[in-house]
């Protein structure tokens, strides 16, 4: 049975940081992209970023580009969201997907999702 498990999240002020752990079992995540979305109350789910299966490339959103930081340590399953210099327009759900291939925008083409966990950035 395939699981992805997120955690980290948390109430910050802005400008705080907070890093998020997604944590799979089941897969191994270094043969998977890996890709972060988040959803905010009344909005569609949105791709922050992703990790390739193959070079490791990454990719951001404008949204979050220089403030993210996505990563993955395979010997522990992985992949981490750095978040810093955290905006209230970043209070959302963040879930981690797996995807087989590559990584895509469109967070249907994905296959494995995690149950998301709450972010929340407010003075």
């Known amino acids: 049975q395939v699981q992805l498990v997120e955690s980290g999240g948390g109430l910050v002020q802005p400008g705080g940081s907070l890093r998020l752990s997604c944590v799979a079992s089941?897969?191994?995540?270094?043969?998977?992209?890996i890709g972060w979305f988040r959803q905010a109350p009344g909005k569609e789910r949105e791709g922050v970023s992703c990790?390739?299966?193959?070079?490791?490339?990454?990719l951001y959103a404008d949204s979050v580009k220089g403030r993210f930081t996505i990563s993955r340590d395979n010997a522990k399953n992985t992949v981490y969201l750095q978040m810093n210099s955290l905006e209230p327009e970043d209070t959302a759900v963040y879930y981690c997907?797996?995807?087989?291939?590559?990584?895509?925008?469109?967070?249907?083409?994905?296959?494995?999702w995690g149950q998301g966990t709450q972010v929340t950035v407010s003075s």
């Open positions: 997907a797996a995807q087989g291939d590559m990584c895509y925008v469109n967070p249907q083409r994905y296959d494995y």
């Open positions: 089941g897969i191994s995540l270094d043969v998977y992209a």
């Open positions: 990790i390739s299966r193959s070079d490791g490339s990454t």
